[in-house]
């Protein structure tokens, strides 16, 4: 054997242990994938089992999870003054025995997920960024509980229409959502998750890192259902016994394939948790639905010829007077108000002619209807919170540093398909920068150290078929 040889099989058997002690793909990962942010979206693509769709989600948006983690005890603790431990307890001893066997899996599945590499958290941080919208809820009640005045801070959140028959440009149903929330926080509402699962539907919707749910609530199935919402302001109420709004609202998206579906599943177990004006429609028959989900109260409204919209305010007046006691409804230059008054006036202008292009105008809409010009504020469809005049006003204390994070739109022919089109960021097209803003408003320093700059960026098409 020559010596040129002899080195090169000492190289290979030298290679071969190193070889063989390669770890093995880990079989939980099977199938899942994330690609690249594309204009400031991250797609993610999870199939499975619970507790596998949940490891997936874990493992691929690690990072994000760790410090979305980190974002939420903070304005948890800055707005209720209760530490992390607080909330991390009431997720273990007060949601935990209310989330079904199903969702436990998954919960269970991210928090291994995101131990796999390396970060520290447990299953009870995981549930309690899972329901962090309706913790805020919750505290109220607990407060009260204990003979304490909690003021009740429920932010105005979100502007959102549907919209079918002649008031469409080919007669069938449309969708629209903008998210409004913290820019500390709304900086990671730009996931889009393709679920496979192994019972219920296909689902795509937008999210969060680590959460099972949208939060936000736009996402459809593949039965042709298609959801969002907005919250009803200054909403006061829990139920201690109820399901978690959370798993509710991951089951309808999951398990809904008709409005009658999704009503009973919202409705069935309600804690009251993250009360919203949930706008839904069904591609195969193109009707839409409003259900106004109060505890107390509960009121669908549904049609195959109309809209209906969302801006944070309450539908019912019986609602408004019995569960949401400081909402002003009559006050037209409440932030709210202004924006329902604008929803109908460009309902009746465009009649006939609204498709997804009408809709994106539609959320980077600048009219304040209470002042009768264009100035981005907290008034105004796409919702500048932070350039507004007045000050943070009524909203929670983060909410002076807010706005309309990102927007999606699907029309039937994308529901069907399972894709959507989506802005993150401003769609109007106006950056929030962090260190401006900062500058000018020293109150705010608390959120330094996570508060980023949040870019306007283009319309994306994101879907399983673009």
């Not at 447990?122 to 913790?135: G, K, R």
């Not at 926080?185 to 949208?214: A, C, E, K, N, Q």
């Not at 919402?229 to 394939?257: C, H, L």
């Not at 429609?281 to 195959?304: A, H, M, Q, W, Y």
Request: proline share 5%; hydrophobic share 40%; charged share 25%.
């Amino acid at each position: 054997m020559s010596k040129r040889v002899s080195m090169v099989c000492l190289a290979v058997v030298a290679l071969f242990p190193l070889l063989a002690a390669a770890p093995a793909p880990d079989p939980r990962l099977s199938g899942a994938f994330r690609k690249p942010a594309e204009n400031g979206w991250t797609f993610v693509h999870l199939e499975g089992d619970p507790y596998r769709i949940g490891f997936q989600n874990g493992y691929l948006l690690a990072p994000e999870i760790a410090e979305f983690q980190k974002v939420v005890a903070l304005e948890m603790n800055h707005d209720t003054k209760k530490p992390w431990s607080f909330f991390r307890n009431v997720a273990e001893k007060e949601l935990w025995p209310l989330v079904e066997q199903e969702y436990r899996d998954e919960l269970r599945g991210i928090t291994e997920g995101v131990q796999a590499r390396g970060v520290q958290m447990d299953i009870w941080d995981t549930v309690a960024i899972n329901a962090f919208l309706e913790l805020g809820y919750y505290n109220e009640w607990y407060d009260r509980q204990h003979g304490k005045t909690s003021q009740v801070v429920v932010p105005e959140r979100c502007s959102a229409f549907v919209a079918t028959g002649s008031y469409t440009r080919d007669g069938k149903v449309i969708i629209a959502h903008n998210a409004w929330t913290g820019y500390m926080d709304g900086r990671f509402w730009t996931v889009v998750y393709d679920l496979v699962p192994t019972r219920g539907h296909r689902i795509l919707m937008d999210g969060l890192p680590g959460v099972i749910h949208s939060g936000d609530d736009f996402g459809m199935n593949a039965a042709g259902i298609a959801i969002t919402e907005t919250t009803i302001s200054n909403f006061a109420g829990w139920d201690p016994k109820g399901i978690p709004e959370f798993v509710r609202a991951r089951k309808a998206m999951q398990y809904s394939g008709s409005i009658d579906d999704f009503i009973r599943i919202m409705s069935e177990g309600n804690n009251g948790g993250y009360a919203n004006n949930w706008l839904v429609v069904d591609r195969k028959t193109n009707e839409i639905c409003s259900l106004e989900l109060g505890l107390k109260n509960v009121t669908p409204r549904r049609t195959f010829d109309g809209y209906f919209c969302g801006a944070n305010f309450p539908v019912s007046e019986k609602l408004a007077r019995e569960e949401t006691p400081t909402y002003a409804m009559d006050d037209k230059g409440v932030g709210s108000n202004a924006r329902k008054i604008r929803w109908e006036q460009l309902m009746a202008e465009n009649k006939g002619k609204i498709d997804v292009a009408a809709a994106k105008r539609f959320l980077s809409d600048h009219v304040d209807t209470f002042e009768g010009k264009s100035e981005p504020n907290e008034r105004t469809l796409c919702g500048h919170i932070d350039l507004s005049p007045r000050g943070s006003g009524s909203w929670q204390p983060a909410f002076g540093t807010a706005g309309a994070v990102q927007s999606k739109v699907a029309d039937a022919r994308m529901i069907e398909r399972l894709s959507l089109t989506g802005s993150a960021g401003h769609s109007c097209g106006i950056d929030f920068k962090a260190a401006e803003h900062l500058a000018k408003h020293p109150e705010f320093e608390w959120q330094k150290a996570y508060l980023r700059d949040v870019k306007s960026q283009p319309w994306t098409v994101i879907g399983v078929e673009k």
